[in-house]
């Protein structure tokens, strides 16, 4: 299992701090010390899961095709007004991260970077209706030869910590990484209206793995 480099930093401090309270437990509250140090694995195990990063190919490249740019499940199907880049209908496809998701944010398609932008904001729950343009959030445009579409990192009540690798003219590949939302939250797709919709409200995907919609 690879580890994403987010978490190092964190994964360290979290190993050295459990060390150090067992070890004083043992030594003052040795009673306590097995339950504490069953307690310490499995808190440990789901910081180590929260920074898991598979390896995955996408299964065909497709200038049309647009996968899941996250782990999650899809929680919002419906056109809307897209204010920022836009500025017209799209239709909205978002993707919420529990905190057992892999939260590897990937490029849904291939093609240049037209427009980044990082915008301090709330932290309203994901599922909040406002939470797409109050939040704290990225904003991503990528074009290629067939198609446009902006994908949204939103931050949430609990995930505060958005990173995104990218800037206006960079040039990314289908499935390539792109950013990391440290425990969870939601990643909104804005596309065209014509797009058939590959999923539906509910269901689970993974990036990389699910196509989301295709754009004839």
């Known amino acids: 299992m690879y580890i994403h480099r987010e978490g190092y930093l964190i994964i360290l401090l979290a190993a050295l701090g459990l060390g150090v309270i067992n070890t004083v437990c043992a ?66 496809i978002s993707i919420f991260m529990s905190p057992l998701n892999v939260h590897v944010n990937r490029a849904a398609i291939g093609g240049t970077v037209q427009y980044a932008k990082y915008h301090p904001g709330k932290y309203l729950v994901a599922w909040h209706p406002k939470s797409s343009t109050e939040n704290e959030r990225t904003t991503m445009v990528i074009k290629n030869a067939k198609v446009e579409i902006l994908l949204r990192q939103i931050a949430g009540a609990v995930a505060r910590r958005i990173k995104y690798y990218v800037q206006e003219g960079q040039v990314l590949e289908q499935g390539e990484e792109f950013g990391f939302i440290k425990f969870g939250s939601r990643v909104d797709l804005f596309l065209p209206l014509g797009a058939e919709v590959k999923v539906s409200i509910g269901q689970k995907v993974k990036g990389n793995v699910d196509v989301i919609a295709v754009i004839r």
């Open 27 to 92: 030594i003052y509250l040795s009673v306590l010390q097995p339950w504490l140090g069953i307690a310490s694995l499995v808190f440990f195990g789901l910081i180590v899961q929260f920074f898991r990063n598979p390896k995955r190919t996408i299964p065909t490249v497709g200038e049309g095709t647009v996968y899941a740019p996250a782990d999650g499940q899809v929680v919002v199907i419906e056109e809307v007004e897209e204010p920022e880049y836009f500025q017209e209908k799209r239709l909205q």
